[in-house]
């Protein structure tokens, strides 16, 4: 082996000095480089610049060169940080001396000038004592002028009316009495109760005289006018002679009124309000003068012992307010209404009169309504008169909807839950009543087959009109409260039905076939139906987010976030639970009833189970192929009760119910002929005969592609009426995928799937097996 050269040794030797630095840090030692091994980055750096290449080894002098330099600034670097070091350290020290020195000297400036300030502070105290005393009396002394001058200003004003009324400057003293009302409004968060209690009195005493002047020239112009419309107000031929003076007289007085109107209003802020009535702003003074004479026919006619102030007619009284309102809505819209607009004042005439006789209305009910709490029929009818007037009142008389009626009498929780409790108790007698009528289970639309496609028996139409009517009646409640307890109400009563209805199926049902069973299926299904409607009406909807807003636990019971929030996005209905219980029972009944009528059908249909499909004629023996005659009782069994079953259900029952029953016919005759017997060529093709022309076409009057309800049997036709060849060749690929299953190897790509192979037949719902044991039914196979 030759010696190495000169090269090599100076890069071993170089080697060797990278190598000699044993590194003892703490990444070095957790990673195991010890007993004089190289770190990591000093390998990666060597294989970097070096390699494995012997003749890179040139490159070594080159980077200990390299190396060696900037070990050496670094050296330089460390040693110039070093020194200068010390003299930041000496700079940051003489100025934080400074620092201090400067505080010290502030400190000291301001223990001076504090010292000074409180000497300051102390001398000028006995002036701050002495100036706020005075300008304390100078504050007292400014509200007693203030207090004279609201006296004087009172005085002032009052001399003022007083001289006016003496000249009979009516203006002017209103016009005075408008100030004082004014002034009286000032005073109001002053706290000088004695000072507004003066004002108050002198304000009530000079309102009062020229109300009642101005009011006493009102009701002689309005007697001059015809005032009040007792009866319907007549169009004479000819205007008064004075007709634009007494229009001129009316305007002022009108006018003068309604600057009375805030004095008055003052006024009418200390009187006792109506027990048991909604609050309500003032009405305008104008309206209220127009209103005496009405209000004391009122009170002569409806009150104490008159004969008209009958407790079981109410009618009568609420008949005449209304009569009063629509003879004077005339004159309010032509005479009063233009005035009103003039003067500046935001006040409907027609609505300030009826707002006016609403009051004897609301007042006389208020009255009446706690005497009839226990006499139900006389309750009933005053509900009904109240309900009739709202409506007339929102309708005819256009009164406005944010305005409240009468109804708010209804709205006392005693007579509120007497009317819940007076609605159950008739609500039952009339289910009672209409349950045991003569024709509670026939329909009254029966002979009108247009009208007539939910078959709805007679009582299962009259209790959703009863329904229907206790809606209409809560309906224009203005509590959401007070209607989602009628809508309670309601629930209970068609879960009450649903019971009664179930009583009656129990008794009827060992008779399912017969027309009572069927009605009630179709009173379950008529009920469900509406039920379903009423979920997507509006009203219906404002009431379920009104229940899930105000949390009625009785109505929605213990809901989870999840239902409650289902019910807030109106994806859910308040009629869910009942609409569950009542399509069990309808699918409970359907259920019984096609139960019924497969029995009738597997007995006829026994012979033909039995039938000797093994040695029937094939196909070319017969000149034409007919129904066998052992099918024709099954046929007919099937006819019959398909058309019993479309007279006596509805349309949408009739629809569910020969749907399943010809899957359950499907299945029968699939299980108890097909697989029950072998088939020679002509058993199956007698088969095929029997179902395709004479089956199917049974259920072809109910829709277009009857087969698609019998697919097994459909199916099993193919299978059964396959020629001999498709026959074998199917077996083959059947067999072939069964041992393939049972011992999987290489799959054989030219192979057809046995799915592929029986979709291609028609056949979909059969698994292959099953077609195996179809197979295995035919009797025509060659060799035997």
Not at 160 to 176: D, F, K, P, R
Not at 328 to 356: H, T
Not at 445 to 458: F, G, H, Q, T, V
Not at 738 to 754: A, L, R, W
Request: hydrophobic share 40%.
């Amino acid at each position: 082996m030759a010696a190495p050269s000169a090269e090599q040794q100076n890069g071993q030797s170089d080697e060797s000095d990278l190598q000699s630095p044993i590194s003892t840090n703490d990444e070095d030692s957790e990673t195991g480089l010890g007993d004089g091994a190289l770190p990591v980055y000093l390998v990666d750096l060597i294989e970097k610049e070096i390699g494995v290449d012997l003749k890179s080894l040139k490159k070594v002098s080159a980077l200990l060169e390299k190396l060696t330099a900037e070990n050496k600034l670094l050296e330089e670097q460390v040693l110039t940080v070093s020194s200068s070091v010390p003299l930041r350290v000496s700079a940051a020290l003489s100025a934080a001396e400074e620092s201090r020195v400067s505080l010290e000297g502030l400190l000291q400036r301001e223990r001076v000038l504090s010292n000074t300030l409180i000497q300051h502070l102390q001398g000028a105290q006995p002036w701050a004592d002495s100036l706020g005393r005075t300008l304390e009396q100078l504050d007292n002394t400014e509200k007693h002028m203030k207090y004279l001058q609201c006296l004087s200003r009172i005085e002032e004003l009052s001399d003022s009316i007083q001289q006016c009324l003496i000249t009979n400057s009516i203006w002017e003293a209103v016009v005075a009495v408008g100030s004082m009302a004014s002034l009286d409004v000032g005073l109001k968060q002053s706290g000088c109760s004695h000072l507004q209690a003066f004002l108050r009195e002198t304000l009530c005493f000079w309102h009062k005289i020229i109300k009642d002047r101005l009011a006493g020239d009102f009701e002689e112009l309005l007697i001059q006018l015809h005032w009040p419309f007792i009866s319907p107000p007549t169009q004479s031929l000819s205007p008064p002679a004075n007709a634009q003076e007494l229009h001129s007289q009316l305007e002022l007085l009108v006018a003068q009124l309604l600057s009375l109107q805030t004095s008055d209003d003052l006024i009418s802020e200390t009187s006792v309000s109506r027990v048991g009535l909604p609050p309500t702003t003032p009405l305008s003074l104008p309206v209220q003068i127009m209103l005496l004479p009405l209000s004391k026919r009122f009170r002569y006619h409806f009150t104490g012992n008159r004969q008209t102030n009958s407790l079981n007619k109410p009618e009568w009284f609420l008949t005449q307010v209304l009569m009063w309102m629509g003879n004077s809505s005339n004159f309010m819209e032509e005479k009063i209404q233009p005035i009103l607009d003039r003067n500046g004042a935001n006040v409907n005439a027609k609505v300030e009169l009826c707002r006016g006789l609403l009051t004897l209305a609301q007042e006389k009910l208020a009255l009446d309504a706690p005497r009839l709490l226990y006499d139900d029929s006389l309750f009933c009818h005053l509900v009904d008169e109240i309900l009739q007037f709202e409506r007339e009142l929102r309708t005819t008389h256009s009164y406005p909807s944010t305005l409240p009626g009468v109804l708010h009498v209804l709205l006392e929780e005693v007579v509120l839950q007497k009317w819940l409790t007076v609605e159950r108790k008739m609500a039952i007698e009339k289910v009672d009543a209409m349950l045991s009528a003569e024709g509670a289970w026939s329909s009254q639309y029966k002979d009108i087959s247009d009208m007539d496609e939910l078959k709805a028996p007679d009582c299962a139409e009259t209790f959703m009109t009863l329904l229907l009517v206790i809606t209409d009646r809560y309906r224009a409640l203005p509590c959401p409260r007070a209607q989602l307890r009628f809508l309670a109400l309601q629930r209970e009563l068609v879960d009450d039905f649903r019971i009664r209805l179930t009583q009656v199926m129990k008794e009827e049902s060992r008779n399912p076939l017969g027309s009572r069973y069927c009605a009630i299926l179709n009173a379950a299904n008529y009920i469900s139906t509406v039920l379903g409607d009423w979920g997507d009406n509006v009203f219906f909807l404002q009431l379920q987010q009104s229940a899930v807003a105000l949390g009625e636990e009785e109505l929605l019971g213990p809901l989870g976030v999840t239902e409650s929030g289902r019910l807030a996005s109106l994806e859910g209905s308040l009629f869910e639970g009942l609409l569950g219980l009542l399509e069990r029972l309808r699918g409970d009944m359907l259920g019984r009833l096609l139960e019924a009528v497969m029995r009738d059908v597997q007995k006829k249909a026994q012979p033909y189970c039995r039938d000797r499909w093994l040695s029937l004629p094939s196909q070319c023996d017969q000149a034409t192929m007919s129904l066998s005659s052992l099918a024709c009782p099954l046929m007919l069994c099937l006819r019959d009760h398909l058309l019993q079953l479309q007279q006596m259900l509805c349309l949408p029952l009739f629809q569910m119910g020969w749907q399943d029953l010809a899957e359950r016919l499907d299945l029968f005759l699939y299980q108890n002929v097909i697989l029950y017997n072998h088939f020679n060529e002509g058993g199956a093709a007698q088969l095929q005969f029997d179902m395709t022309r004479n089956l199917f076409p049974l259920f072809g009057h109910y829709c277009k592609r009857p087969e698609n309800f019998f697919k097994h049997v459909k199916e099993a036709c193919v299978i059964l009426c396959l020629n001999v060849g498709s026959a074998l060749l199917l077996r083959d690929v059947l067999r072939q995928a069964e041992e393939d299953e049972e011992e999987p190897g290489t799959p054989d790509g030219k192979q057809p799937s046995p799915t592929s192979a029986l979709n291609e037949l028609g056949v979909y719902r059969l698994a292959p097996c099953d077609v195996l044991i179809l197979l295995n039914l035919r009797a025509s196979w060659p060799g035997k």
